[in-house]
């Protein structure tokens, strides 16, 4: 079986500048993922790619032990640019450049520098031995905030976004007016890990129709996005 981990990390952030190559705890951030996916049981399966835009972080990445095969393009490397460009970009470059085609892709984002190598490896198993009936596994936690009790703004007007909910035992019209603990449990996608089937990129998607959850506490999990985030990591 053939693993490939991507590691995304562009230079430009607005956050914290250049948050990626950022010193955590004596090692730039993106190493940590790099290391990580080194002490997975499955990293004899895996080809470890670190996908970015500047050739300051491609030889950090080197330094590691990242293959950094090619420069991501500035203009899939923007703010606004999409995970699915970045994907779409590398495995396109290995399978015209290497011949290389995975089974499937784990995505690392750097921000999690104390990302756990057991989660990881149970993600791992858990979508070997679902994948032939998932397209894709993601991290979630609880979330506190019911968004069946929330709205959009449209002409000065507030519009919720669901007028009545129908699923599974929930049959309940105007949900934003019911206390939330009659609501449905709804889950977020925090961006731990990502894992996905090769075979659905062609479909234009990264997740696809059917996405295994893995369920996480939300103390298991820190995503340094700001200063205040390291300073209480740090």
């Not at 993601?138 to 959009?152: A, D, G, H, I, Q």
């Not at 449990?185 to 893995?214: M, R, V």
Request: contains cysteine; aromatic residues 10%; hydrophobic residues 35%.
């Amino acid at each position: 079986m053939k693993i490939l981990c991507l590691i995304p990390a562009r230079s430009g952030s607005k956050g914290i500048k250049n948050k990626n190559i950022l010193n955590f705890r004596g090692l730039p951030m993106l190493a940590w993922s790099i290391k990580q996916a080194q002490k997975s049981i499955y990293n004899k399966n895996m080809k470890i790619i670190l996908s970015t835009d500047s050739d300051e972080y491609r030889e950090i990445g080197l330094k590691y032990g990242a293959d950094v095969p090619f420069l991501r393009p500035k203009n899939i490397s923007g703010d606004l640019s999409t995970d699915f460009e970045c994907v779409e970009h590398c495995v396109n470059y290995l399978e015209k450049e290497e011949g290389y085609k995975p089974d499937f892709i784990i995505q690392l984002r750097p921000t999690y520098p104390t990302r756990e190598v057991k989660i990881l490896d149970d993600c791992i198993e858990k979508f070997i031995e679902n994948r032939k009936e998932f397209d894709s596994l993601r991290t979630v936690v609880p979330f506190e905030k019911s968004p069946y009790k929330m709205y959009n703004i449209i002409d000065n007007k507030l519009v919720p976004l669901f007028n009545q909910i129908n699923i599974q035992d929930y049959k309940i019209k105007d949900p934003y007016n019911e206390c939330r603990q009659k609501l449905p449990q709804t889950y977020l996608h925090n961006g731990y890990i990502d894992i996905f089937n090769y075979n659905i990129i062609e479909k234009n998607t990264i997740s696809g129709e059917k996405i295994l959850p893995y369920l996480m506490n939300k103390n298991e999990i820190h995503d340094i996005d700001t200063f205040k985030d390291l300073k209480l990591i740090g």
